[in-house]
């Protein structure tokens, strides 16, 4: 356990991008946590958090360059918040095998909502009682994975496969997500929306408070709460 006077020193991985800066504008307002370094696009991560020594390093860039940043984070003995999509079952296997092969507390949160993350708690009930749940998520038009990360995530929780997601590109949204359970007699619909990047706030916050207090990886927002 810290001390009062000792301040957790973060590393944000991708600080330039939209979430990368709401990210460290989150982080300034938290006593007791210290940004020491922000790493952009070409910068070279390892000599990075070999320089710094952060405790902690948000990962925040694309599905293109999640896997290396996370594993370079880990290799360095730093606990790596994933916030990037794109991550195979695979890699996240691999990742978390070497979390626990360094005794090392590591987070992958698909979404920082906290909605999203009740949303995923209710979710794994609903596979003991419906077998028809159908999924339509609906991102900004600069938003290059598809399905979502997110979307991805609540299929696997609800044992539906991507021929039951429907995907919209728009810059009418930031997120929004739509789960369709069907039954002969009933139907429950789910409407989720982030109208902006403060509905991640609170999830920032809680990843940034209880990562150090794990020892292995643990996957989705829900775990925290």
């Not at 920032?204 to 829900?222: A, C, N």
């Amino acid at each position: 356990m810290k001390q009062q006077d000792q301040v957790t020193k973060i590393a944000i991985v991708g600080a330039n991008g939209k979430m990368g800066k709401h990210a460290e504008a989150v982080i300034n307002a938290m006593p007791g946590f210290s940004i020491v370094a922000k790493i952009h696009r070409g910068d070279n991560l390892d000599e990075s958090l070999k320089t710094t020594k952060p405790d902690i390093a948000i990962e925040l860039t694309s599905n293109l360059h999640v896997y290396a940043n996370a594993s370079t984070i880990i290799r360095n003995g730093v606990h790596p918040i994933i916030g990037a999509s794109g991550l195979t079952t695979d890699e996240i296997n691999t990742l978390t095998k070497q979390c626990e092969a360094m005794h090392l507390g590591g987070l992958i949160i698909p979404n920082f909502s906290i909605g999203i993350a009740l949303i995923a708690n209710f979710a794994k009930n609903l596979t003991h009682f419906f077998d028809d749940i159908s999924l339509v998520e609906f991102h900004h038009a600069q938003k290059k994975d598809k399905p979502s990360g997110t979307t991805k995530y609540i299929a696997a929780i609800v044992k539906t496969d991507e021929q039951q997601i429907a995907s919209i590109r728009s810059n009418g949204f930031l997120a929004k997500h739509q789960l369709y359970i069907n039954s002969k007699h009933e139907r429950i619909m789910i409407d989720h929306e982030s109208f902006g990047r403060n509905s991640f706030d609170l999830g920032i916050e809680l990843s940034i408070k209880k990562i150090m207090q794990l020892d292995t990886m643990v996957i989705g927002l829900e775990n925290l709460i």
